[in-house]
C-alpha cells in the first residue's frame, strides 16, 4: 500500500523539494512547502501560530493524503509527528552523504543568488551572505552545521518507532520513487 500522508525530511540541499514535488506529481497528492509556510517576507519568521494554522488548514483540506517537504520540527511541536492525530503515515529522510549534500546545496544557492529566483513571498538567495559565517544567515554553512545533528535527530525518531524510509543514495531515492508508479 502506498502510504497517503508522506513527510519528506533530511538537511538542507539534501533534495526534499524536487523529491516532494516528483511524489506529489506520481501520486496526485497535494504538495505543502513548509519553508513558505514559516518564512515571511523579507526572511522573517511568519508569527507561529498562522503558520501552524495554515499547515493544521492543508491537512484538513487533503483527507485523502498529503506531501509535506521540510523539517521545521521545533515550529512544528509535534502536530505531523507519525501516531499524532493528522500525521504522517512515513517519513521520508534523505540521509545523503555530506559530500553530496555541499556539492548540490552550493549549486543551488549560486543558481538561485546569480539568477535572482524568488523562493517565496519575494525572498531571494543573496550572494551577500555566501561568505557570513553565521550558519543562521549563509545557508551552505547551515547545511554543513546540521548534517551530523540532522542524522542524531532521525536517528532518535527511528529508535522512538517512528515509521522512517532512510533513503542514502540517489540511486536509492529513484528506485524508491519507481515503486511509485
Known sequence: ???????VVGVSGSGKSRLASQIAARSGLARLELDAVF??????????DEARELVREFVAAHPEGWVIDGNWHSRLNGMLDPGTP???DLVVWLDHPRSIVMRRVVSRT????VLRRELWHGN???PSTWLSRDPDT?????SWT?????????LAYVGEGWPVLRLQSQRAVDAWLATLG
Open 146 to 154: 546540521q548534517h551530523a545533528p540532522t542524522r542524531e535527530h532521525m
Open 86 to 88: 493528522g500525521g504522517g
Open 39 to 48: 518564512w515571511g517576507a523579507d526572511w522573517t519568521f511568519r508569527d507561529l
Open 138 to 142: 549563509n545557508i551552505m554553512l547551515w
Open 1 to 7: 500500500m502506498i502510504p497517503r500522508r508522506i513527510r
Open 110 to 113: 549560486l543558481g538561485r543568488g
Open 124 to 126: 531571494r538567495e543573496r
